[in-house]
């Protein structure tokens, strides 16, 4: 279980949301006394991977002081608790909430700034007995949310997933396509009386494909093209990826030049998924 809190404007509901796509079941803004309950209730539901977290702010008002003895009575029990408390510095928190003109919730009929300190004052306690700490003065959205994935995703989520999406130009482009290759410039098996009726995957017509001296440039040239784009994705947070390979229908050149492209993405350590959407159409 984590317990988000920290201060508003600090990233809580960023935070949250990182661990929603990491697959967590996340509960925003409850009271504490419910902790228990809702955690048992997750885990119990058929099904669910036993992974809950919960974001707790002074938002819940007088119940939220109740919040100290929740995360004793949690860690005395069997339940592997974190309680992660995000901060960031006055100047940041003033300008974030000067940018998207709200008050502060705990401002009152004073200022922004008087109402950041009152915050900080009343969380200082769980700042103190805080798993973990992020100041995200620094960080960006894209930033704090990576944060979150290298320190409670496991090492698969951590990944890029790239799918390898061979298709057929005739049936159209695919639209969740990030990048199109068109490899209709190598000579069609299709043609070819004794490989018309096989596809791609087949040894027979992999062969014919590949040994082409076109393709086994262009996939080594893809590869090479390819390889900075995927580790910039990481470093930007995308989760996923997809690159849609075409020929005119989808059964022949396309499938084995993305099944050798996905060989030889998974050798160098990449999760790959291979599909072939036309293949099986014509």
Known sequence: ?????????????????????????????????????????????????????????????????????????????DVRLRLV??????????????????????????????????????????????????????????????????????????????????FGFKYGIPLEADHVSDVRFIPNPYWVPELKALRGTDREVSEFVLGDANAAEFVDRYLEMITPVLRGYTTENKHSTTLAIGCTGGKHPSVAISERIGEELRRAGHAVRIRHRDLGRE
Request: hydrophobic letters at 40%; glycine letters at 8%; a negative charge.
């Open 1 to 77: 279980m984590i317990i988000i809190t920290g201060l508003a404007g600090a990233g809580r509901e960023t935070a949250a949301h990182a661990l929603e796509d990491l697959g967590w079941y996340v509960v925003y803004n409850i009271v504490p006394q419910l902790i228990p309950t809702l955690y048992e209730l997750q885990a119990t539901a058929e099904g669910r991977d036993n992974r809950f977290a919960v974001v707790v702010d002074p938002r819940s008002g007088p119940f939220f002081g109740e919040l100290a003895g929740v995360v004793a009575q949690l860690r005395r029990s």
């Open 85 to 166: 408390f995000l901060t960031a510095d006055e100047a940041t928190l003033v300008r974030r909430f000067d940018s998207v003109r709200r008050p502060h919730p705990m401002q009152g009929e004073e200022g922004v700034l008087e109402g950041i300190r009152r915050e900080r004052e009343l969380l200082a306690p769980y700042r103190r007995t805080a798993d973990v700490v992020i100041d995200t003065s620094p960080l960006n959205v894209h930033e704090l949310t990576m944060k979150m994935r290298s320190t409670f995703g496991t090492r698969a989520e951590q990944q890029l997933t790239v799918t390898m999406l061979s």
